[in-house]
């Protein structure tokens, strides 16, 4: 029996190679895991043992398992030096081949996942550069998802990416369809159709039955035709290129124009392109800042009237109280 003093790199890289397992992996401690799986390797390498690649890949995953995104790239770049078939414990099993095609799949994967989560507000920032350059990222990650929809994900439970490689892709898919669309519409809300249409197909595949619902709507109001009330002008594209404004609609003018094709008026509003609607809009805001700015003025006046006013009264009082002390002094 050899004493810890006595013992050779051999033993000493299997121990710690032990204690990876004992005290790290089958606890879920991946701090504990790699950092005995990295003295292992330290160990096997001095004995000239080729198990230190494997301790080396070990590390590297335990480290990621934390988050940690270059471990993972790490991880999958060694795992493409095994035979496909070598076999890691994490603490199942999972075979070369799946790290080097899971783990680089999840490195570009996790971070456009991050960013769907905030994809709302990139759409109604209206950065359509971005949004074009997000939806060539998304679209990248759901080609290669779906390339590999065979395969079970193994790593992803690791960072929270159970669901099979084809419903995320699809998924993904969807999304860059939708930014795409969202853009097209601006143009040309005819062409965008097909866009949301195959938005919305992939959505229903990647199980999102509701912002496969949400694109419907979408799609329904971009479709939609209306006669601007001002212009007379025929538009296309509800909430983009046309609004609803609200407006005083008499019972005669509804009765009149409220069968007409394309929709003009309707109760309590009329149609605006966007054109006309902004113009009434910042005509109307720069006339109610130029009363406000007159209120103002008028205010001020008010204000410098009041304060001299205020100093006469004052100087009366000081007079009253100087003839009152005067009175008690020679009472
Ligand atoms: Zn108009």
Redo the contacts with the bound molecule.
Sequence with gaps: MAFGLFKSDAEKAEDEWRKAYEKGINQKRWDEAAKHFKKAYEHYRKAGDPKAEEALLLFYLSVSFSGNLDALKKAGELAKKFPPNTTFRIPFEIRAEDIAVEAPLLVREIPVRRALSDVDSLISSGDEGKMEAFASRLESISKDLLMNSSRKPLLGEFFGLKEPFEKRGYRYLAYSKLLRAKIQALYDPQQSIELYSEAMGYFKVGNMAQPAEEVTEEMNRVGKVAK?W??G?TIQGEEIHYVRMPAEVTPYLLSKFRDEKPETVGDGYVI??R??YSAIYITSDSIARRYYQMAMKKLEQVRQELLAEIQRLNARINRLEGRISSLRWEG
């Design positions: 601007c001002f212009c002008r605006a392109c054109a006309c």
